[in-house]
Structure formats: structure tokens, C-alpha cells
């Protein structure tokens, strides 16, 4: 017994020294030895059903709009000083930073013939500004107007083949509905976010003279300005303006332009080359219990006309100092901010009809609203 187990491992010895010198020398020598693992089985989607929008994705209405929204890039050149050149200037202040500036941005293609609707304050005062569409195509774009007022500019670019948004309905938008939110937040290239509306007719926010947000959380940054609010049809409902940030980026607090505004906005720049907005040629304020008592109004509810500029369309219509207008037509009137947006939006030479509660009760009065001054003063 014990020679047997002395010839097995002195065999086992050579066959594994014999395995590993032909391993080493001539591994091709065993490539027929080994036994191919077995296969693992795997199961796996047929590509119809891969290829299928998963419930509750919102990649067809990002498909239909992302190609309409555009980056834009402007830059702007340093202007001198009166006294760049001056040598004494120049050696106690020192050589003056004439590098152009440059800022991003991002707008909407809202015809074929080229118009893009985007932010005044991405296009102000810049002396170049080039658009940049998702197909990486390249234009210079001509400023064809802007409004201050409203933080919108419209753009002209010359291209065949454009892509263009559909306008959507914002006047029938409800808080809790799906948006989505385009553009090109830090020059990072195009992004989509998703959010609700959070809000709406946000006013009284310092940003615009007009202002009648969409609120939303849908993720909006520094380079968004301009972009699209969309709804999940891919159709347009705003444009992303501006953000609520203590760090400079998203906080879930964004705000939309409707595009109901920047539809009435590029119109009238395109037609008539200004927006046109109706005025009335009142001083509004906020009704408090201190000015009802004052005037001697019981109104629970409007905004009190404090003044009436003489021969204004406000009073040669009636209007009288201590009249609350609680309700311009069909909509009513709670606020400064709501009472500025409805009389701007009345058409010049059209009257409307004015609600107003006075002291005997209350009454109407027809308004033949007037061409909103250009140089703003403090009426409405």
C-alpha cells in the first residue's frame, strides 16, 4: 500500500510538472482540452417594446419642442472712457479692461420665417449676437424690436428649414399642471427639466413694469432666460425669465413670461414695430381702510383712483378721485399690479367698461382708453 501511494504522487508530481512546461511553451497545445463555459440565459425586450415611450415619460413632448429652442450668445464691446487716453488717467487708474463682455442665453423660433421670441435683458445692448440652433447650425441675429416693459425682444435669423414652436394656451393653465422648462442653463448645451406650476399671476416682484407670471419649479439657471416653458404636448407656454436664488442657481422658484403676453408683444413689434398699451391716465393704489375711510367708500374689494389726470380718457369718461374699480369688462380687479396689466391690455380707441364702487353705490363707467405715453409717468 505504501509503494502505491508513492508511485501515485510521484505520478500526480510529473503529470503536473509536464501540464504546466507545455502551458507555458505550447498553450495552443491545449486550447481543444478546455470546455466552453455554458451560456448564461438572458431574457431580453424585443426592441418594439424597448423602443416604447415608457408611462409617464415625457420624451415625445421634449422631441416635438427642443429643436424650435435656440442658445444665443452675445457679446458686447468695452466702451473707453472720455479719459482712456489721457497718460495721468492711465498712470493713477491705471490701463482700463477693454475686453469685450459676453453673455448667454437662450430663445424661442416661433415662425418660419425666422423671428425668435427671447429675453430684453439676454439681447440688451449687445453689438453681435449670434444664435446657435440644436442642429449646431450658426446665424447672426438682427434685433428687430424689444420691450422693456415686459422683458421680451424679438430676433430675426436667416435660415432655411427652421423648426418652429407651437404656442399653447397659458390662459388655461392650473396650478399642478406638468410643464416643461428648455434652454441652456450655463452654457452647458441644451437641457430639459420638469416641474408643475407652482403659481400663477405672480406680481408686485420688481422685475418687469408688467408682471403676470407663470411660477414653476421646474428647474431653471443662469442661461435658461429666454428659453421655453412648454406643457406635455410640447407646446409653448412661456418664456423662462427669471429666477428666486440666494446661490445663483435653481431653487425651485422660476418664473415664465405667458406666452399670451409674448404673443400680443410680437405682434406688435413685428406689425407696428413698438408694443401698443392702452392707458387710462389714473394714479392707483392699493385699497387700504385708511383710504376707504378718507374718500368714504365701504369697498371691501378694488383699487382706489387717488388721482385723474385732467382731460385723460379716465376723466373725461367720469372718473373721480376716491372711485374703486373692481372689476376692467369681464375680469376683476384685487390689486395695483392687476389693474396696470388689464388697462394696458385694452386696445387704444376701444372702450371698455369700468365697475367702480363710490360713495352712492356702485356704477359703470364706459372708458375710451388712449397710446400708453412712452416716457412713463406715475398713472396708468
Same mark, same amino acid.
Given at each position: 500500500m505504501k509503494r502505491f501511494w508513492l508511485f501515485f504522487s510521484q505520478s500526480v508530481t510529473v503529470l503536473l510538472a509536464a501540464y504546466f512546461v507545455v502551458l507555458t511553451l505550447k498553450p495552443d497545445w491545449l486550447d481543444g482540452i478546455y470546455v466552453q463555459p455554458a451560456s448564461?440565459?438572458?431574457?431580453? =425586450?424585443? =426592441?418594439?417594446?424597448?423602443?416604447?415611450?415608457?408611462?409617464?415619460?415625457?420624451?415625445?413632448?421634449?422631441q416635438k419642442s427642443s429643436s424650435a429652442v435656440v442658445s444665443i450668445n452675445t457679446s458686447k464691446n468695452a466702451r473707453s472712457g472720455p479719459h482712456s487716453s489721457d497718460p495721468w488717467f492711465r498712470f493713477f487708474f491705471g490701463e482700463q479692461d477693454n475686453t469685450p463682455q459676453v453673455g448667454l442665453g437662450s430663445g424661442v423660433i416661433v415662425s418660419a420665417n425666422g423671428y425668435i421670441l427671447t429675453n430684453n435683458h439676454v439681447v440688451e445692448s449687445a453689438d453681435e449676437i449670434e444664435v446657435i440652433l440644436n442642429d449646431s447650425r450658426r446665424a447672426p441675429a438682427q434685433v428687430i424690436g424689444t420691450d422693456p416693459d415686459s422683458d421680451l425682444a424679438v430676433l430675426k435669423i436667416e435660415l432655411n428649414r427652421l423648426p418652429v414652436m407651437?404656442?399653447?394656451?397659458?390662459?388655461?393653465?392650473?396650478?399642478?399642471?406638468?410643464?416643461?422648462?428648455?434652454?441652456?442653463?450655463?452654457?452647458?448645451?441644451?437641457?430639459?427639466?420638469?416641474?408643475?406650476?407652482?403659481?400663477?399671476?405672480?406680481?408686485?416682484?420688481?422685475?418687469n413694469t408688467f408682471e403676470n407670471f407663470i411660477q414653476t419649479d421646474a428647474a431653471?439657471?443662469?442661461?435658461?432666460?429666454?428659453?421655453?416653458?412648454?406643457?406635455?404636448?410640447?407646446?409653448?407656454?412661456?418664456?423662462?425669465?427669471?429666477?428666486?436664488?440666494r446661490s445663483g442657481g435653481s431653487m425651485g422658484i422660476g418664473f415664465a413670461i405667458p406666452v399670451s403676453t409674448a404673443k400680443m408683444v410680437l405682434e406688435g413689434i413685428v406689425k407696428d414695430g413698438q408694443v401698443t398699451r392702452g392707458w387710462i391716465g389714473v394714479e392707483p393704489n392699493e385699497l387700504t381702510p385708511e383710504l376707504a375711510q378718507?374718500?368714504?367708500?365701504?369697498?371691501?374689494?378694488?383699487?382706489?383712483i387717488t388721482g385723474v389726470l385732467q382731460n385723460g380718457p379716465a376723466a373725461l369718461a367720469g372718473m373721480k378721485p376716491g372711485d374703486v374699480v373692481t372689476k376692467i369688462g369681464d375680469m376683476p380687479v384685487h390689486n395695483v399690479a392687476e389693474l396696470l396689466s388689464q388697462v394696458a391690455a385694452l386696445k387704444p380707441g376701444t372702450t371698455a367698461i369700468f365697475e367702480v364702487q363710490r360713495t352712492n353705490g356702485k356704477s359703470s363707467v364706459q372708458v375710451t382708453p388712449d397710446v400708453r405715453p412712452k416716457a412713463h409717468r406715475p398713472t396708468q
Open positions: 448564461v440565459a438572458l431574457l431580453e =425586450a424585443p =426592441a418594439s417594446v424597448a423602443t416604447a415611450v415608457p408611462a409617464g415619460s415625457f420624451r415625445l413632448a421634449a407651437v404656442l399653447g394656451n397659458s390662459d388655461s393653465l392650473q396650478v399642478g399642471d406638468q410643464v416643461l422648462a428648455i434652454g441652456n442653463p450655463f452654457g452647458v448645451g441644451q437641457t430639459v427639466t420638469s416641474g408643475i406650476v407652482s403659481a400663477l399671476g405672480r406680481n408686485q416682484l420688481g422685475i431653471i439657471n443662469p442661461g435658461n432666460s429666454g428659453g421655453a416653458l412648454v406643457d406635455i404636448n410640447g407646446n409653448l407656454l412661456g418664456i423662462n425669465t427669471a429666477i428666486y436664488s378718507t374718500f368714504g367708500v365701504a369697498a371691501q374689494q378694488g383699487v382706489i
